[in-house]
């Protein structure tokens, strides 16, 4: 059945205002919030209003094509081309003109609104519109039917938690924190123990190998493969350690973003333990490594107690919930950080910090509603490596 009800996220671009540009548009069935169709159309020679026009344009036509008496919602982060849609600012730019004629004989006589919408929850149409102006072709893709729906999607909600067993109201806006181990070294490798204060070794070859993989995955984030229905990343933050850093410039390098630092996200510390087999461990301190273990506040022989890293980790995640509100973003870190933020997620307690696998260059996937719900997406995903 056609939804009556539709919602557009439409953006546009420019490289060099004026320059190459490319519009992006997303239909969306308001009552499901699934994803009917992605538009993207490449514009020529053109400056960002006109492209953000055209990718109005371009969802329009779509969404009539789809249901000619839809009521229509059409959300941009384009406050110029909102208010001048609204009636509220006049058009001077004589092409926006032309445009805006366009556009209001599209919708003379239907049921069209307007609102303005942060980027950061406009990145699926800005995702589009970069691949038009990448690839210089015009696509319209249709990802959803009343017969056939991606099994990805099926039950997923692009805004809200998708259980109905969750809280029914959520007070903050949907952030989504990527979380990615680092790639191999040659103590991961050697099944060595590697911590936050011992040796800080390079990836090795392998792993660069796998952080290539992995950057390559997160970069088809928001257009295609496995996560194409999750936002495109607006930053990327690491620990402070080499092999993190490493691995986060993979990443940072294919999305085009800087990488930020943060010391909290740094492996837990084994202190005397570093360099180790965990039989060696075993061996030599057989019996504070026996009582350790599952232990919440007992801590290797200069090393961290999983209580205060705990504390660490929470610190650490409320950073970033606050600085990067509604946005999309990917965290390099470790083992244990990574459990971390699962363990936060599922409310787990202690044992959640020992029940995940963590491989290296795994993929995992919290959305957050503040700190007042998570959701988990997915968990040590590889099937990249």
């Not at 239907?110 to 072709?137: C, F, G, H, Y």
């Not at 903050?172 to 991961?188: D, F």
């Not at 050697?190 to 952080?211: F, R, V, Y």
């Not at 461990?281 to 506040?297: C, Y």
Request: with cysteine.
């Amino acid at each position: 059945m056609t939804s009556d009800r539709l919602i557009i996220e439409a953006d546009g671009g420019s490289r060099g205002n004026p320059g190459p540009s490319g519009s992006g548009a997303i239909l969306i069935d308001a009552h499901s919030n699934k994803v009917i169709a992605e538009i993207s159309t490449f514009g020529g020679v053109a400056t960002n209003n006109v492209a953000e026009y055209r990718a109005v344009i371009a969802g329009l036509t779509e969404a009539f094509r789809y249901n000619p008496n839809a009521a229509i919602d059409v959300r941009m982060d384009s406050k110029l081309v909102v208010e001048q849609m609204s009636g509220n600012w006049k058009i001077k730019h004589p092409d926006m003109q032309v445009l805006g004629i366009e556009v209001q004989k599209l919708i003379a006589g239907k049921n069209v609104t307007w609102s303005w919408i942060p980027r950061e929850q406009n990145s699926r149409a800005d995702a589009l519109a970069n691949r038009a102006m990448d690839s210089e072709l015009d696509e319209i893709i249709h990802l959803e039917t009343d017969e056939a729906q991606s099994s990805t999607t099926l039950e997923f909600n692009p805004v809200l938690p998708s259980s109905i067993r969750a809280p029914g109201e959520v007070g903050e806006p949907l952030t989504t924190i990527i979380l990615v181990r680092h790639g191999r070294t040659l103590l991961t490798e050697a099944h060595k123990i590697s911590g936050g204060t011992g040796d800080d070794p390079n990836l090795s070859k392998l792993g660069h190998e796998d952080a290539a993989s992995v950057a390559k995955l997160i970069d088809g984030f928001g257009s295609g493969g496995n996560f194409a229905h999750l936002p495109r990343p607006t930053a990327v933050i690491t620990s402070p350690m080499q092999r993190t850093r490493e691995t986060a410039g993979h990443i940072a390098g294919l999305l085009g973003l800087s990488v930020e630092t943060l010391e909290e996200l740094r492996e837990i510390s084994f202190g005397d333990w570093d360099g180790h087999t965990n039989e060696e461990v075993a061996e030599l301190w057989p019996e504070i490594f026996k009582t350790w273990r599952g232990s919440w506040t007992l801590s290797p022989p200069n090393g961290e107690s999983l209580e205060a890293f705990d504390s660490r980790i929470r610190s650490a995640r409320n950073h970033l919930l606050q600085k990067y509100r509604g946005q999309t973003i990917v965290v390099v870190a470790h083992v244990m950080p990574i459990r971390g933020f699962l363990t936060l997620a599922l409310d787990a307690g202690p044992s959640g910090y020992w029940r995940p696998q963590v491989a290296p260059c795994s993929l995992s996937v919290i959305r957050h509603w503040g700190e007042d719900f998570a959701e988990l997406v997915t968990a040590n995903f590889t099937a990249h490596l």
